[in-house]
């Protein structure tokens, strides 16, 4: 059976209905006009300036929210195409999967968090959801006063995008610490409360809170490819050696960040499997072409080991179909704990590093102070959208929570000049 025949009308469906295309050629199916416009999405574009983890200005060669995002997409695609699911849909997913990053990458994310709580809180994931579903401009709703549907995706597409198929009442409470040391405090959901009308009309009756299978391979080939590249970027950016590994700390990073469970054995085994993957480096990296050529070929093997187990584990689990709420993804307890420790490398020689932690607290004050006097200024100083959303809000916290908006839709570059121009 082809994948599209495994997905039904009610997958395909889009909560305004739209007339069908006068002229359309090549003849695309549903899911492949959710890609084309998260593809086309005005979100999609200002990714390539946003923070990864090393800022998009300072390095040719480091990532940004948009490399990243295309690198989540492929791995998506490919496993999914692997395990007989649609593979637009998760595609799509993954090229959603970021946009409602603010600048600054998770501190920026933190920052507005803090300061939003009169309005619910400010959380990536679910501010994808608001984006795709309200913010970005593409489809309205019948009528003078049509309120905007965003994208307009299908609901199948629109479940794939949920990262945290919850609210933030029902958000399980946060763990570990911040990369300058101090405690998490802000939880992780999907959805806002006044974004709960779309939410629950895409959510699969009786789903609770599982992703559905689109979403795990989204979520995985997120932890995939961020696991691998981040080491590659900080390998690049004479940041990390693998040759030569504070293993005592990076343990100590990892179980403060991701798998506190994990005791030294298991990590140690962890870690010499990966050093036998072929082209896991014997002398420390000099920039050469041959070097280059060496790390590009071991992030390629690291992220073939990763989803060949997965895929293996997986069917191993279940017959399928491997779709919606079918079957689960299955990563082996092994797999997972290599993601882990290539996470670990990167958080503990990267994002810890001390010149780095001092910019995280300039970056989080420059985020505070532009919320502060956009709120006081109001539409006088917001782009006209947010502006136009500002005069139909009904109360303070409404109001701040258009300003939130627009806030994160900014990138680096531009909340830093807003910030100038504005405060000084």
Request: charged share 25%.
């Amino acid at each position: 059976m082809d994948a599209e025949d495994l997905y039904d009308e009610h997958d395909r469906e889009r909560r305004v209905l739209e007339p069908p295309k006068r002229v359309e050629a090549p003849v695309r199916t549903a899911f492949e006009r959710d890609r084309a416009r998260v593809v086309h999405a005005a979100s999609s574009r200002r990714l390539a300036a946003k923070t990864q983890v090393v800022g998009p200005a300072s390095d040719d060669f480091v990532r940004n929210r948009l490399t990243h995002s295309l690198e989540v997409a492929q791995v998506a695609r490919d496993l999914s195409r692997a395990l007989g699911s649609q593979p637009d849909i998760a595609e799509t997913a993954a090229l959603a999967h970021d946009l409602g990053h603010p600048p600054f990458g998770h501190n920026g994310e933190r920052a507005l968090d803090a300061v939003s709580q009169a309005c619910g809180g400010f959380e990536g994931n679910a501010q994808t959801l608001r984006l795709l579903t309200r913010l970005e401009a593409k489809t309205f709703a019948p009528g003078h006063d049509g309120a905007s549907a965003g994208l307009n995706l299908t609901r199948a597409t629109l479940d794939a995008c949920v990262k945290y198929p919850w609210p933030a009442d029902e958000a399980p409470s946060a763990g570990g610490v911040h990369a300058d040391g101090s405690s998490r405090v802000g939880r992780k959901f999907g959805v806002y409360d006044d974004d709960r009308p779309v939410f629950d009309w895409l959510r699969a009756p009786g789903a609770g809170r599982r992703q559905c299978l689109e979403a795990q391979v989204m979520d995985l080939a997120d932890d995939v490819a961020y696991s691998v590249h981040d080491v590659e970027d900080g390998v690049v950016a004479g940041r990390l050696d693998l040759t030569r590994l504070d293993t005592s700390a990076v343990w100590s990073t990892l179980r403060s960040w991701y798998l506190p469970d994990a005791d030294d054995a298991e990590l140690d085994d962890a870690l010499a499997r990966l050093r036998r993957v072929g082209g896991w480096p014997s002398e420390p990296y000099a920039g050469s072409r041959r070097h280059l050529a060496a790390l590009k070929n071991l992030t390629s093997d690291l992220i073939g080991r990763f989803c060949g187990d997965v895929q293996a584990a997986t069917f191993a689990a279940a017959d399928g179909p491997f779709v919606r709420f079918a079957a689960d993804l299955v990563v082996p307890r092994g797999t997972l704990v290599e993601i882990a420790v290539l996470k670990a490398l990167a958080a503990h020689y990267v994002m810890q590093a001390a010149d780095r932690v001092a910019l995280l607290e300039r970056q989080r004050t420059l985020v505070t102070e532009l919320v502060a006097v956009l709120l006081d200024r109001g539409p006088d100083v917001l782009d006209r959208p947010f502006a136009d959303d500002w005069r139909a809000a009904g109360d303070d916290a409404a109001r701040l929570r258009v300003v939130v908006d627009q806030v994160a839709s900014l990138t680096d570059a531009s909340a830093v000049a807003r910030h100038a121009v504005l405060v000084g």
